[in-house]
């Protein structure tokens, strides 16, 4: 009779693997999974030994978003060193113990990928045993750019070319350094809406998007987009003297720290005159002193408090940020939760594929490492920022912004807003030129389909006065003129070029006084519809120069490449002795024409006029000042604010300015030229006689 023997290997193994099917599927959290199976290596951090979730309290629930499938997109703008990356780590490492997916990690570029991959997974992947004997089986040589597990897989990816993102269907997608991808791949579109566009085909609860990263500048960071976009979270904490909750975010840190002056009214040479060393927390409901002890303890009470989320989970100290709730305790929770069907609301999400997006601020105050965030570390980051921008050095203020409390940043040049600058206008009538300003100048900006224009005075001191913006609509693209008795073009303009004529080259401004104004100097954006700019600039210097009016016009073109971004605001127009003969000289079509071209520093000129914008701010500013009032045809101030001053690390990391996406800046690329115009007929270098003599004339 034959009896079969156990004792070999193969079936062995065989039995074993029928057996695993019988095994109950593991409910462990990424908590409970990273505290029983992770030990940190010196490799990996300074602190070693078992993995404790508890050193980032304000993680709980973010670790529970990142579990919960259900919540499609988790979002997290934050501060630098505050431990979300070794999250991150235990995340992964979760799901690919209990969770087996085809997981893809992009990247902004090949070497933070490289990076990303030798001196963090590899490393996390050694130092876990749990992971270590499941990865790459199969495999001798793995790439540094593939892993694979019993499963699924793990592929990083940049997302430098389209053809990164439309591949194969992930079920997971990890953004790295997500403020740092470029905001349209490959001009087909934002990279969250093209990688989500990969998951089309998997139904909710079966598909993630992590996305975690240090946001860089305000209104172009793909991170404050994507926070913008979702349902925004800030975390509370629990003050212990007045027991109120009070917000730990990036907009309330700098509220939370307080420090004393030096004695004796010192002044030290990279702190100023506040001591950092005296530097505290303080509540701000009741201005109680924390201690790093007691801003500990607090973070930690703020956990019993939050609301229930969409999938009737609790929040764990998160707090809507914009939303109107009552907050309610963990006792109060856990006494209804038996009533709540989460269930029901899963399914309700998958039946009607909403996708949840959640997106939590998390800056450095929150963290609880003494090392990085005690309120002394912090003041004097706080303080040799505001040294330094005191100099005119904004790169301290940005890392402090980005770094430390999590928050995009904008110039303070440019931090004005269109609600902002509204406050700024003044009481003066629309298209009739103030009392003080004596001279005229127009900037007109061509797009297709209208003129933009700004008509400004100036006056004494280097003031100026917005009196009119306007456009001018009508089609640009033809331009026609009357015919002379020759039959030549050579009559007046017709069309939009005709009102356009009408209005600035033959046409006056009424001044307070009563008296009519000519306008002194037009300069006329040449960047698009060349040629017809360049006509109708030949022809109104032509009629300047016959009648003897003492009026300029230029055509202008604006040095908008970054190698040029440190161009003056006013250039002479380059001249040469040409050989028309000589083939091999390249002629400009403004030479050709005889038209001279002005270029305009278009970054120098745009943050000329914001200085002058914001110095309304203000109040013991007497000059230099650029004044406007509440215009009739809206959307000045809008336009005036729709850039952005960032720094561009792909030119010798220059200062430039970038629209912000969905706005328009007509208004501002107008004020550039009338800006120009004032510099080319050197009103800021006019004499005391000059202003006297028209003042004598206009005022009397």
Not at 171 to 188: G, M, N, R, T, Y
Not at 330 to 352: M, P, Q, S, W
Request: glycine share 6%; hydrophobic share 35%; net charge neutral.
């Amino acid at each position: 009779m034959f009896e079969r023997s156990f004792d070999t290997i193969s079936e062995r193994r065989l039995l074993g693997s029928l057996l695993l099917l019988f095994k109950r599927a593991s409910r462990e959290t990424t908590i409970e999974w990273t505290e029983a199976y992770r030990t940190l290596s010196a490799e990996e951090s300074s602190i070693r030994g078992k993995f404790r979730t508890d050193r980032t309290p304000a993680f709980k629930y973010i670790y529970h978003a990142c579990d919960n499938w259900y919540i499609h997109i988790v979002a997290m703008m934050k501060s630098s060193q505050i431990g979300a990356s070794e999250m991150e780590n235990n995340v992964i490492g979760r799901i690919m113990d209990i969770r087996p997916v085809h997981a893809v990690i992009f990247f902004p570029g090949s070497d933070l990928l490289k990076d990303f991959s030798r001196k963090r997974l590899k490393k996390f992947f050694a130092s876990c045993k749990r992971l270590k004997d499941k990865l790459n089986i199969g495999i001798p040589k793995p790439s540094h750019e593939y892993y694979t597990f019993p499963g699924g897989s793990i592929v990083l990816k940049t997302l430098g070319s389209i053809q990164s993102v439309l591949s194969a269907a992930y079920a997971l997608l990890i953004f790295e350094e997500f403020a740092q991808v470029k905001s349209d791949v490959a001009k087909q579109g934002d990279p969250l809406s093209l990688g989500i566009g990969r998951q089309k085909s998997l139904e909710i609860g079966y598909k993630k998007v992590l996305a975690f990263s240090t946001p860089t500048f305000k209104d172009v960071c793909n991170m404050e987009k994507g926070y913008n976009a979702s349902r925004q979270f800030i975390y509370k904490a629990k003050c212990h003297h007045c027991e109120a909750l009070v917000e730990l975010s990036g907009w309330t840190a700098e509220s939370f720290i307080v420090y004393d002056t030096y004695p004796n009214r010192y002044i030290d040479e990279k702190y100023g005159k506040y001591n950092p060393e005296t530097a505290s927390f303080a509540c701000t409901s009741c201005n109680t002193k924390w201690t790093f002890d007691d801003k500990t303890r607090n973070i930690k009470e703020g956990l019993n408090y939050g609301i229930i989320d969409d999938c009737g989970e609790f929040t764990y100290g998160w707090h809507p940020k914009n939303e109107t709730y009552t907050p309610i305790t963990y006792n109060e929770y856990k006494e209804v939760e038996d009533t709540i069907d989460k269930v029901g609301l899963r399914r309700r999400l998958r039946a009607e594929k909403i996708s949840l997006q959640y997106g939590f601020q998390h800056p450095e105050i929150l963290a609880c490492f003494a090392a990085t965030s005690n309120a002394p570390v912090l003041a004097k980051q706080k303080l040799l920022a505001d040294m330094a921008v005191e100099k005119g050095d904004e790169s301290l203020t940005k890392t402090w912004y980005n770094n430390s409390l999590g928050l995009p940043y904008t110039s303070g040049i440019t931090a004005i807003e269109a609600e902002e600058m509204k406050t700024f206008r003044k009481n003066y009538r629309e298209g009739i030129c103030p009392m003080e300003a004596l001279v005229v100048t127009v900037g007109i900006d061509v797009q297709d389909n209208r003129f933009a224009t700004v008509v400004r005075g100036w006056g004494r001191n280097n003031n100026s006065w917005l009196i009119k913006w306007e456009e001018t609509f009508g089609d640009v693209l033809v331009q026609e003129r009357e015919r002379d008795s020759t039959g030549e073009p050579n009559g007046r303009f017709l069309g939009v070029w005709g009102e356009l004529w009408d209005k600035y080259v033959v046409g006056i401004v009424h001044h307070a006084s009563g008296k009519s104004m000519k306008i002194s100097a037009i300069s006329i954006d040449s960047g698009d519809n060349t040629e017809l700019v360049y006509k109708f600039v030949k022809a109104a210097a032509q009629y300047f120069e016959e009648n003897n009016t003492g009026q300029y016009i230029f055509a202008t073109k604006g040095t908008r490449d970054l190698k040029y971004s440190d161009d003056e605001i006013y250039q002479d127009p380059a001249s040469r002795d040409i050989n028309i003969t000589d083939n091999n000289v390249r002629i400009s079509l403004a030479e050709k024409m005889g038209v001279p071209l002005y270029y305009i520093g278009a970054h120098r000129a745009h943050e000329e006029i914001l200085r002058r914008v914001a110095l309304n701010k203000k109040s013991d500013a007497v000059s230099n000042l650029y004044y406007h009032n509440e215009q009739s045809y809206g959307m000045y101030e809008e336009q005036m604010t729709s850039c952005r001053k960032i720094i561009d690390g792909s030119t010798s990391y220059k200062s430039v300015f970038k629209l912000i996406a969905g706005k328009r800046k007509e208004a501002i690329d107008a004020e550039k030229n009338a800006l120009h115009a004032s510099y080319a007929i050197n009103i800021r270098n006019m004499t005391h006689a000059h202003w006297t003599a028209l003042e004598v004339y206009y005022y009397n």
